[in-house]
């Protein structure tokens, strides 16, 4: 029989690049005066640019993580912290630059706009470029605009929230992006007010030795409820590129969050992200995360259920191809009682690609009466590439109901024959068989990026489209 | 007559090991034979090298399928000449319905498949065979019960519609009532222009199926070949009789 074809991924539909045009790019490296230019350049208060300098030197007194993925090839000497793309932020895509609008159109964006979701934002390099959201949200209270708007126009409820929930010192990465974040997107949604349709931010990286650190504060007041998107891409570069990108979210009394993220970042690129969610009484939510891309991947969404009653899910599958390692998994600390989690982690590697399931349940004296189910599949597509799983458990009570399950495997030969004599060829068979391992995650997916997640996997199969 | 499948003098082996040595087979259109064999004769060897199983290799003789030499083609491309398998131990695949897996082994056979038809099709099928239409939505042959197995098969039988079909112990672990709705469904698909070879150690479902031809296999080759009335013989007396004989 003929050996699969496990070529490149074709990453032709995210893989175009135009040229690094800016109005302004930062030189290269990492230093105080390197922060303060990024703070002069968006005219910031000082009390945003004392956190920046406080967290440049939290960044410089704290080390690599000693665990995980070898880290030693970033060199931040060679990253251009801050690109300021050629356009300010615009409310209509008429009126976004042509190259910018037009990289958005093929990856889908205002298309989705149009057809389901209450609200987008758009992010190019460094900046916002584009965020609207629909009027009748508007009039509710709802706010979704960009992080720096935010702070000029609704200073107290970002200072009462910004940094709060995951801390300047929490890792040498975190402190990194509160040096020199820019970007991304702050929602806030108003008591008792529920959307029905998604909210999505997407970030796009276009620059080459240049990071991205957008900062994401979600706010979901008591009775509301949110379903948030985040997309994000990049072409791929010979060299370095780094994301390091931080998520702060909080889900207050009895209201819901489903955080959904698709993740397709350039084989050049470390993502090395944070996310977090403080989960009050009764709330609940539900994290949804496909990884494709990437070099390295370092990202463990933590959920705090700190309100009784809580609960939150995770849901998440990545895909390591070949030079690809990919260390995911999540956190969760149980603190109020009766407080459940969920997990349903899957993870596919290929071609010499990594794939870590790395976890944490940490359940607190206080969490009486915690339910916890941890279940985490691994599927190796040969003999060269690895599927872990490190669960760590920490559970200080006993009056808790724990299960944790992890299974990592290969595809049989004999259920590639069984399809091969329905008259499926072999690529056809693996695919359908990956597939089908995906499905459990793909099917939390929003459909378009469900669809998308299979011709991925296609694709990451096939090694090109025919 | 019209030869459907000539097996020609093979050896066959798998794992290191020679199981096949010498076996010799032909069938014509219209045909309904039947290989008994007790465990460890051969039987399902037999076919896995007809359909390629890269776990087994064909060290000598030839295999022609409809005047295809079917040495260097792969499993697929001897499904898309009409050959089916009925598995013994069909795998179970996670997160694909079994009626998308129709479709799509379906799509391989021709262009566009109407899956309104389809739909239609298979849960009339589905009603013939005694199988819960429900079935259907469920992963391919995950937590099915043996007999929901192997009804399935059949269903996926009836619904490609090969030129040969290949039974391999689809009557083992049945009760008497499946054994009935399977041979019923053996009947369904059985016409003048395809055949069937069945491949057992039991000669139950044979009761309700007109039986052309009857070979015993021992040890990797056809010791005796005769017509139904070989069935009742083995059923009284056993192997015993060839095993000694050879």
Not at chain 1, 141 to 164: C, E, R, W
């Amino acid at each position: 029989m003929a050996k699969t074809k496990v070529a490149q991924i074709n990453d032709s539909l995210y893989d175009f690049k135009n040229k690094d045009e800016y109005a302004f790019k930062i030189e290269k490296g990492l230093n105080e005066d390197i922060v303060k230019e990024i703070s002069k350049q968006k005219n910031e208060p000082s009390w945003m640019l004392e956190i920046r300098l406080k967290a440049l030197q939290i960044y410089n007194k704290l080390s690599l993580p000693v665990w995980g993925p070898d880290l030693s090839e970033l060199d931040m000497n060679n990253i251009a912290t801050y690109v300021k793309p050629n356009t300010d932020i615009k409310s209509n895509w008429k009126d976004v630059p042509q190259n910018i609008k037009q990289t958005f159109e093929k990856l889908g964006i205002p298309q989705a706009e149009h057809k389901y979701l209450a609200g987008v934002g758009a992010q190019y390099d460094s900046e916002i470029v584009y965020h609207s959201i629909k009027e009748d949200l508007q009039k509710l209270g709802v706010i979704y605009t960009d992080i720096d708007s935010a702070i000029k126009q609704y200073p107290n409820l970002v200072k009462q929230y910004f940094s709060k929930c995951v801390p300047l010192s929490d890792h040498k990465f975190v402190a990194l992006h509160y040096a020199v974040f820019s970007g991304g997107s702050f929602v806030y949604v108003p008591k008792g007010v529920k959307l029905e349709k998604p909210l999505q931010s997407y970030f796009r990286l276009n620059s080459p030795d240049s990071g991205q650190f957008e900062h994401t504060l979600i706010i979901v007041e008591d009775d509301a409820s949110l379903h948030f998107i985040e997309g994000c891409s990049a072409p791929k570069y010979s060299k370095i590129n780094l994301h390091a990108g931080c998520v702060e979210l909080f889900v207050k009394d009895n209201a819901y969050l489903r955080y959904s993220t698709i993740e397709n970042w350039s084989k050049n690129m470390l993502n090395l992200n944070t996310k977090k969610a403080i989960i009050e009484k009764n709330a609940q939510v539900d994290w949804v995360s496909g990884s494709f891309g990437s070099k390295i991947s370092m990202l463990y969404p933590l959920s705090v259920l700190k309100g009784d009653n809580s609960r939150t899910e995770y849901t998440g599958i990545s895909f390591a191809g070949q030079g690809q390692n990919l260390d995911t998994g999540f956190k969760v600390i149980h603190i109020g009682k009766n407080t459940s989690s969920v997990v349903n982690a899957r993870s596919i590697s290929k071609s010499g690609g990594i794939a870590t399931y790395r976890s944490l349940v940490s359940v607190l004296p206080t969490a009486t009466n915690a339910k916890s189910s941890v279940s985490c599949d691994g599927l190796m597509l040969d003999d060269i590439s690895r599927s872990d799983t490190i669960p760590l458990n920490n559970i200080e009570n006993n009056d808790v109901v724990f299960s944790h399950e992890a299974k990592v495997g290969k595809i049989s030969e004999s259920a590639i024959f069984y399809l091969m004599s329905r008259g499926l060829s072999e690529d056809d068979a693996r695919a359908l068989i990956v597939r089908g391992f995906a499905n459990p995650i793909s099917k939390e997916l929003p459909m378009e990026y469900a669809v998308e997640m299979n011709r991925l996997i296609n694709l990451e199969l096939k090694g090109g489209i025919g | 007559m019209e030869k459907l499948l000539e097996v020609k003098n093979i050896y066959a082996s798998t794992n290191q090991k020679t199981i096949l040595k010498g076996l010799s087979l032909t069938i014509n259109k219209g045909e309904t034979h039947v290989i008994l064999g007790p465990n460890g004769a051969g039987k399902t060897t037999l076919g896995n090298v007809i359909l390629n199983n890269p776990a087994y290799t064909l060290d000598k003789g030839k295999i022609t399928f409809d005047g295809h030499d079917l040495k260097n083609l792969t499993t697929d491309e001897i499904a898309k000449l009409g050959v089916f398998m009925s598995f013994q131990l069909p795998a179970e695949i996670a997160g694909i319905s079994t009626f998308n897996f129709i479709k799509t082994a379906k799509s391989k056979q021709q262009k566009n498949v109407n899956v309104f038809e389809l739909k239609e099709e298979l849960n009339n099928l589905a009603k013939q065979l005694q199988i819960k239409q429900e079935m259907l939505s469920r992963d391919l042959n995950l937590g099915f019960s043996g007999g929901e197995k192997k009804k399935n098969e059949i269903l996926q039988l009836l619904a490609l519609n090969p030129k040969l079909a290949i039974l391999d112990e689809t009557d083992s672990g049945l009760d008497v009532d499946a054994i009935k709705v399977v041979s019923k469904g053996i009947n369904l698909y059985k016409n003048n222009n395809n055949a069937v070879l069945i491949i057992t150690h039991n000669a139950k479902i044979l009761e309700n199926l007109k039986v052309d031809k009857v070979h015993i296999l021992i040890d990797g080759k056809i010791v005796h070949s005769g017509d139904a009335k070989l069935v009742k013989e083995i059923e009284k007396n056993g192997f015993s009789a060839y095993k000694e004989g050879k």
